[in-house]
């Protein structure tokens, strides 16, 4: 899992909950205490500090990482059975750019 990030939280990237749960609406608030920061999870409201710490307890199930990003790709495969060495954005751009490929085939994957 990738450490939670404020700045890229607030800017909209993807987050979530150490055991995989989407986290949404997620804002800072300038308050006195530890805990500035308010998002959703199922519906539910919960609270945590600006470290992405939901309690004081270590390896808590609600502390919030930074979600994977699925991609999609395009790949063409040849005669002689190889598949090109470039992921291509769409189907389309792939069959223009490999013309002699036989088959095409899309592929996803997850970053971190």
Same mark, same amino acid.
């Given at each position: 899992?990738?450490?939670?990030?404020?700045?890229?939280?607030?800017?909209?990237?993807?987050?979530?909950?150490?055991?995989?749960?989407? /986290?949404?609406?997620?804002?800072?608030?300038?308050?006195?205490?530890?805990?500035?920061?308010?998002?959703? /999870?199922?519906?539910?409201?919960?609270?945590?500090?600006?470290?992405?710490?939901? =309690?004081?307890?270590?390896?808590?199930?609600?502390?919030?990482?930074?979600? =994977?990003?699925?991609?999609?790709?395009?790949?063409?495969?040849?005669?002689?059975?190889?598949?090109?060495?470039?992921?291509?954005? =769409?189907?389309?751009?792939?069959?223009?750019?490999?013309?002699?490929?036989? =088959?095409?085939?899309?592929?996803?994957?997850?970053?971190?």
């Amino acid at each position: 899992m990738k450490p939670f990030d404020l700045s890229a939280a607030l800017a909209g990237a993807p987050v979530q909950t150490r055991d995989g749960r989407s /986290v949404t609406q997620l804002v800072k608030f300038d308050v006195a205490g530890d805990y500035c920061l308010v998002g959703v /999870v199922n519906k539910t409201i919960y609270t945590w500090t600006s470290l992405g710490g939901y =309690s004081g307890e270590s390896n808590c199930y609600n502390d919030l990482f930074m979600a =994977s990003t699925k991609k999609t790709g395009w790949v063409a495969r040849y005669a002689s059975n190889t598949v090109g060495g470039v992921i291509w954005g =769409s189907e389309k751009v792939a069959v223009t750019e490999c013309p002699h490929a036989v =088959s095409y085939h899309k592929i996803e994957w997850e970053e971190d």
